[in-house]
Every structure is written in structure tokens, then in C-alpha cells.
């Protein structure tokens, strides 16, 4: 079988002049090296595509795959992560996780939690405002109460988010939304903060096959800017966070729950991460999900979940390649299908 392997090259968008912060998603020489060797062990055939750009050149010259292994992150719009998906839809390609619906949808934070509010999972309080004016038609301290929680609603790794995300009143909550609507030029989303413990749960699978295959909790060490998994914290992990495999029952029925009601209403499919939070009160509610979770074998959290439980980098890239294969020749619109 022909495996096309298609991503955004952190160091190809650095040479072109893309800052450090603005290829924070994208992905490194490395990932891409040990996700073509765990495919080539399998048995496939690799062939190293690249991003939109190179799959344009390659469609065109009239190259076709069985499937593409997709972790393309895109640059524009709030639909980037779907571009290169509902390129290959339009191609009749298969190939591996989301479709562009639930890219889109995950990638828009305040919409994915429209969604997954709607399927009764617990989400904190929440608004998403488009200019500081949207502001004063908010009823704060009745809706909502201080202290809230602000970063902007289209973003991942951690982008925008750090100790001032945390803001205690009207003016410090009016400083923050402003800041930035200007750095990133997108609706902000404010919602109640939550002080309690924060986890993320692994999924792999799709529909009724999708298993919680580990959960974590994430833990802030004394060096870490505060207990946020903020842009610094996790650049700097090492020194900073400490992964625990979550080993109480009872919660982790109730995480599964909440992350994989999450994971099937919004339609993900092959593999993805759920991030929780808990209240002062331990109540755990839905922050966010990833349907395409970073894939470096020793720093993203999706393989440490991994090597947490005993499931090799390889065979999370079976398990996930044989569920985006079993998609095939099925119909891409009956999720009851999928
Ligand atoms: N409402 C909240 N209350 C308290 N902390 C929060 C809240 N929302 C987010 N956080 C903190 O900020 C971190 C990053 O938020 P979030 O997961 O939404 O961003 P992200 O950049 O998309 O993350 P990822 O790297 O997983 O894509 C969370 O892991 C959590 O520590
Ligand atoms: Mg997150």
C-alpha cells in the first residue's frame, strides 16, 4: 500500500520568514523522520508529500496514493486544518483523522463548545467577542463571574495564553481582549476559569470504536509560570510539567465519558486528545480537543499517553492508519458509517 504523507515543515516556513510563534503548530524534521519510519516498518510505502502547496504540484502532475497521512496544521483562516482534507475529498483520496467539518469546528473553540454543550457535556460558562464593544453588552458578574479565562478562540500549542490569560476584573479583562484582538486578529474567547486539576485523555479509534486509551494528569512543577499549560509551559515541558497516568477509576470513567461524548459529537475520527479542567470543587468540564495531536514520538502528549500504557509509536501509527483505512469505500456522509 502507498502511503502519502502530508504536513507543514516548521523549518520551511521559519526559512521563509514565518516567526517562531507563528510555526509553533507546525511540525519538526524529526516528527516527520520517526512518523515515515514507524509507516515504513509497517510494511508501506512512503512517499513524503509535504504541505498544500506540494500536494497541489502533485495531484496536478497526476499523482494519486491508497491513502495520505495527514497532520498538515494549514497557515490561513479559521478552516486551515481542513484545507488539505477537503482537497483530498475533492480528489477522492482517503486518508487519515478529521474531515474538514470537524477540523473546522475543533480549531473554533467557541463553536466546538456550542456543540459539545449541545450533547449535554459539562463546558464552562462562556462568550466569544469580536471587538472591546461586544464587552459592554455582557451581563459580567450575573452570566459570568470573575475571575475569567481569556485566549483567542482560533488557536492551539498554547498560543496566547499565559499568567495575564487569568483576569480579575472589568479592566483587566477589557486589557487582555484587547490585546489580543490585535496580536491575533480573531474573536477572543472569554470563559470561567477553572483552578482545579487539569488532564488530557488520549482517543484513538472512530464512532463506537474509539477507546480512551490513557489519561493524564497535567501537573505544574514549581519552575512553570503558573498552573496553565500556557505557550511558555509548554515549550519549556521539561523543567516545567510533570505527566501523571491518571489511575482512579472513577475518574477516569468520568473523563472517558466527557471525552469521548466530546470526540463523537463533533466527529472525529482515527485518533485525538481531549483536554479537561477541573472547578474548585473537582468538577471536570471540556476545555477543548485535538483531532490532530501532535505526533512527535517523545514530546507530544498523544505518545506519551502511549508510552504510558505500554502502546508503542508504531502501533498508535497502525491503529490509526487501519481506522482510517476501514473509512475506505464506506460513504464519507452517514456517520453511522464511519
Ligand atoms: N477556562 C479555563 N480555566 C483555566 N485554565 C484554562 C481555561 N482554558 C484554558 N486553560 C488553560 O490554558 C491551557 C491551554 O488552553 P487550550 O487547551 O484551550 O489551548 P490550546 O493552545 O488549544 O492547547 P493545545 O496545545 O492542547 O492545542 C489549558 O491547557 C489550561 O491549562
Ligand atoms: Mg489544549
Redesign the pocket.
Known amino acids: 500500500m502507498r502511503i502519502g504523507l502530508t504536513y507543514d515543515l516548521k523549518r520551511e516556513y521559519l526559512e521563509m520568514g514565518f516567526s517562531e510563534e507563528e510555526t509553533a503548530?507546525f511540525d519538526s524534521d524529526e516528527t516527520i523522520y520517526y512518523l515515515k519510519e514507524a509507516l515504513g516498518s509497517l510494511g508501506y510505502e512512503v512517499v513524503r508529500i509535504g504541505n498544500i502547496y506540494e500536494l497541489t504540484k502533485h495531484l496536478n502532475n497526476g499523482e494519486r496514493w491508497d491513502l495520505v497521512f495527514n497532520i498538515c496544521e494549514g497557515l490561513y483562516g479559521r478552516s486551515r486544518e481542513a484545507q488539505v482534507p477537503a482537497l483530498l475529498e475533492a480528489y477522492n483520496i482517503p486518508y487519515t483523522f478529521s474531515d474538514p467539518l470537524t477540523l473546522s469546528l475543533s480549531l473554533d473553540?467557541a463553536m466546538a463548545k456550542r456543540i459539545v454543550r449541545d450533547a449535554g457535556v459539562p463546558t464552562?460558562e462562556?462568550f466569544s467577542i469580536t471587538s472591546v464593544k461586544d464587552l459592554e453588552e455582557k451581563n459580567l458578574g450575573r452570566d459570568i463571574n470573575f475571575p475569567l479565562?481569556v485566549?483567542p478562540a482560533l488557536?492551539?500549542?498554547?498560543?496566547?495564553?499565559s499568567t495575564d490569560?487569568?483576569v480579575w476584573d472589568k479592566d483587566e479583562l477589557k486589557k487582555q481582549c484587547m490585546k489580543l484582538l490585535i496580536k491575533y486578529r480573531q474573536p477572543v474567547l472569554v470563559?470561567?476559569?477553572?483552578?482545579g486539576k487539569?488532564f488530557?485523555a488520549g482517543i484513538v479509534g472512530t464512532g463506537e470504536d474509539a477507546q480512551v486509551i490513557g489519561i493524564m494528569e497535567?501537573k505544574f512543577l514549581k519552575n512553570a509560570e503558573a498552573?496553565?499549560?500556557?505557550?511558555n509551559n509548554?515549550k519549556f515541558y521539561e523543567d516545567r510539567v510533570d505527566y501523571a497516568l491518571e489511575k482512579n477509576k472513577k475518574l477516569i470513567n468520568e473523563i472517558s465519558k466527557i471525552a469521548l461524548s466530546s470526540y463523537r459529537v463533533l466527529g472525529c475520527r482515527d485518533a485525538g486528545?481531549v483536554?479537561l479542567?477541573a472547578d474548585k470543587d473537582d468538577r471536570l468540564?471540556f476545555?477543548?480537543i485535538?483531532p490532530l495531536a501532535g505526533l512527535h514520538p517523545v514530546h507530544s502528549?498523544l505518545p506519551i499517553i502511549c508510552s504510558k500504557v505500554g502502546i508503542t509509536y508504531r502501533e498508535l501509527i497502525s491503529e490509526i492508519v487501519k481506522s482510517a483505512w476501514e473509512r475506505k469505500g464506506k460513504s464519507v456522509h452517514c456517520l453511522s458509517l464511519l
Do not use: A, C, Q, W
Request: glycine fraction near 8%; hydrophobic fraction near 20%; charge should be neutral.
Open positions: 503548530e473553540k464552562p462562556f479565562f485566549k488557536e492551539g500549542t498554547g498560543k496566547g495564553i490569560s487569568i470563559e470561567r476559569y477553572l483552578p487539569e488530557t497535567v498552573s496553565i499549560y500556557s505557550y509548554k486528545r483536554d479542567k468540564y476545555i477543548e485535538n502528549d
